[in-house]
C-alpha cells in the first residue's frame, strides 16, 4: 500500500501549482483522500480532502477559494491544484487515505484519521 506525491516546487507568491498523488496496493474507489501540509517548526495541518466518489469535498478556511481537488479513480490519481500561492503556503504537503467506511468526509481533518501516507513534498513560495 503506497502514496506518492509529487509536483512540489519554488514559485513565486501569486503562482499556480499543481501537486499529484498515485496510488497504488489499495482499492482506490474505497477511499477517501485528502491532503496535509506541515511547515518548518509547525504541526501537520489539513488543507483539502475529497470523498470516494470525488462528489464531495472539505476545504480548509485558509486555502478556500485557491485551492482545489480533484481525483481519478481510473487512474488512481489525486490532484492538488493551488492557486494564488503566498509564502504562508510554503510546506511540505502530504497526501493521505482513509477508508470511505469511517464515515462523512467533514468529520476526518486529523492527520490521525489517516491511515496511508506518502512521503510529501516540497512547496516554498517566495515573496
Known amino acids: 500500500v503506497q502514496l506518492q506525491a509529487s509536483g512540489g516546487g519554488l514559485v513565486q507568491a501569486g503562482d499556480s501549482l499543481r501537486l499529484s498523488c498515485v496510488a497504488s496496493?489499495?482499492?482506490?474507489?474505497?477511499?477517501?483522500i485528502a491532503w496535509f501540509r506541515q511547515a518548518p517548526g509547525k504541526e501537520r495541518e489539513f488543507v483539502i480532502a475529497?470523498?470516494?466518489?470525488?462528489?464531495?469535498?472539505n476545504i480548509a478556511d485558509s486555502v478556500k477559494g485557491r485551492f482545489t481537488i480533484l481525483r481519478d479513480n481510473a487512474k488512481k490519481m489525486v490532484y492538488l491544484q493551488m492557486n494564488s500561492l503566498q509564502p504562508e503556503d510554503t510546506a511540505v504537503y502530504y497526501c493521505?487515505?482513509?477508508?470511505?467506511?469511517?464515515?462523512?468526509?467533514?468529520?476526518?481533518?486529523?492527520?490521525?484519521?489517516?491511515?496511508?501516507w506518502g512521503q510529501g513534498t516540497l512547496v516554498t513560495v517566495s515573496s
Open positions: 496496493g489499495l482499492t482506490f474507489r474505497n477511499y477517501h
Open positions: 493521505a487515505a482513509s477508508s470511505a467506511y469511517r464515515g462523512g468526509l467533514g468529520r476526518l481533518t486529523r492527520p490521525s484519521d489517516y491511515g496511508v
Open positions: 475529497i470523498g470516494w466518489s470525488g462528489d464531495s469535498t
